[in-house]
């Protein structure tokens, strides 16, 4: 089995069990075969997912994940969301710009953009949600390479978090943010990492429960995101590393060997939370990693 990110045919099974599959607590009938390349450490599984193009243009997908597909429902989810995703960009790069989120949803980050943004460009493949931001007055396409027919080469940002993990072909993801931008355009892709530090506490526990999902065909790490924007021809790449789950968290899950209640005991100061989450940064062992990328 040859790697699809570096094309090299030496890896090994890491993992064989059921996997999650959807939201927590929900596992796959049948085992699942976890993949790592010995050479750029991307680790993946082969797709279980029948077809891929129906399964996330229709509402089936949010109803697995988060429990319904409906408007509110996602704000509820997501707001909270949208102060990370500044901190990932800064707020200076928006301002009459042209910019597209890949992977939107109901764009609940774009609606913190749409006063300062020239343009925006909205692509998600959910149906639902396409009608939604249409209404709101974005230029909305199911998939980046149909937004390339009007949009080649007069990007200024590309956004995309939580997206390149689910696709199929991750070249030919970052392929098409490639042409949209035009020249000295910028690209942010956020993507969970495999959260090192908890696997060495918690194994398998953690790995069959959370990080393992029938939706997430990949776990990226610096190396294979690096090998994937050379290839492309992105003319600079710097990797960001983020903490987003506080130390209670982890201790939560200590405790139980289950994602739950995290541990909010008086000595979870957010002092200690601030060291815990900076320790986990500094030392790229974050659960989270971010792609800055200029054409």
């Known amino acids: 089995m040859k790697c699809k990110i570096c094309g090299s045919e030496k890896n090994n099974i890491i993992y064989h069990g059921v996997i999650r599959n959807g939201g927590l607590g929900k596992y796959t009938a049948d085992n699942v075969s976890i993949y790592q390349c010995n050479n750029c450490s991307v680790i993946w599984h082969d797709n279980r997912i029948e077809n891929m193009q129906q399964y996330y243009e229709s509402p089936e997908y949010r109803n697995i994940l988060e429990g319904g597909a409906d408007e509110s429902l996602f704000y509820t989810l997501h707001d909270k969301e949208t102060l990370d995703k500044l901190i990932y960009t800064g707020t200076d790069i928006f301002r009459d710009r042209v910019v597209a989120d890949i992977g939107c ?12 943004a020239k343009e925006i460009i909205a692509v998600e493949p959910s149906e639902i949600y396409r009608k939604i931001m249409a209404e709101k007055g974005f ?30 072909r991750p070249e030919e993801f970052l392929g098409d943010i490639f042409e949209l ?20 506490l918690l194994g398998e526990d953690y790995e069959k429960k959370l990080l393992y999902s029938t939706q997430h065909l990949w776990i990226f790490s610096e190396k294979n995101l690096r090998v994937l924007s050379e290839k492309i021809g992105f003319s600079q790449t710097i990797i960001k590393y983020y903490q987003r789950y506080g130390i209670g968290n982890m201790l939560g899950w200590v405790k139980d060997k289950a994602p739950g209640t995290p541990i909010e005991e008086t000595f979870v100061t957010s002092t200690l939370d601030s060291v815990w989450k900076s320790q986990c940064t500094d030392q790229k062992l974050s659960d989270y990693i971010v792609l800055k990328l200029e054409k």
């Open 105 to 116: 949803g109901c764009g609940a980050f774009l609606d913190f953009l749409k006063g300062v």
């Open 181 to 200: 931008l035009r020249e000295k355009g910028k690209a942010i892709i956020g993507t969970p990492t495999d959260a090192p530090v908890m696997r060495c």
């Open 139 to 168: 230029s909305t396409y199911a998939y980046t390479g149909d937004a390339k027919r009007n949009y080649r080469n007069k990007v200024d940002i590309v956004t995309s978090f939580d997206v390149i993990e689910h696709v199929e």
